[in-house]
Structures are given as structure tokens and as C-alpha cells.
């Protein structure tokens, strides 16, 4: 596994955390769960392209395409 792909979902963790924090403490809650949102929906984005890829390495790894078995 490549540890970029942690570092990466680390750091937008920190940075969805620390404009959390100051956006609940400006009192715009609002904008602060949207901030949560985005954040939460780029690192599934990040993570489904992985898994992506991972099941595409697999395919490739056990042949299902030359086969017919392909889905």
C-alpha cells in the first residue's frame, strides 16, 4: 500500500478539522458542517479510486477478461 494515499486523507482531515474549529467559533455552524461534508465526500472520492484500481489490478491479476468471466 502507498503511504501517500494516508498522508493524503491526513491532510484533509487537519484541514477540514482546523476550518471546523474556526468556523464553529465564529458562530457560522452552518458553513462549518458544509466544510465536514466536502471534506468527507473528497476523501471517499479519493478512496472509491483506489478501490478502483485495486480491482482493476486484480482483474488483470487473475485474467477474468481473457477467460470471458469479466463483469
Given amino acids: 500500500m502507498n503511504v501517500d494515499l494516508i ?3 491526513a491532510a484533509v482531515g487537519i484541514l ?3 476550518l471546523n474549529l474556526l468556523l464553529g467559533r465564529s458562530g457560522r455552524d452552518e458553513q462549518a458542517l458544509m466544510v ?4 468527507l ?3 471517499l472520492l479519493v478512496l472509491i479510486r483506489e478501490i478502483s484500481s485495486l480491482f482493476d489490478l ?4 487473475f485474467g ?3 477467460t470471458g468471466l469479466g463483469i
Fill in 7 to 9: 498522508f493524503k486523507i
Fill in 16 to 18: 477540514v478539522a482546523v
Fill in 36 to 39: 465536514t461534508i466536502a471534506g
Fill in 41 to 43: 465526500v473528497v476523501v
Fill in 58 to 61: 486484480i482483474k488483470s491479476l
Fill in 64 to 66: 477474468l477478461f481473457r
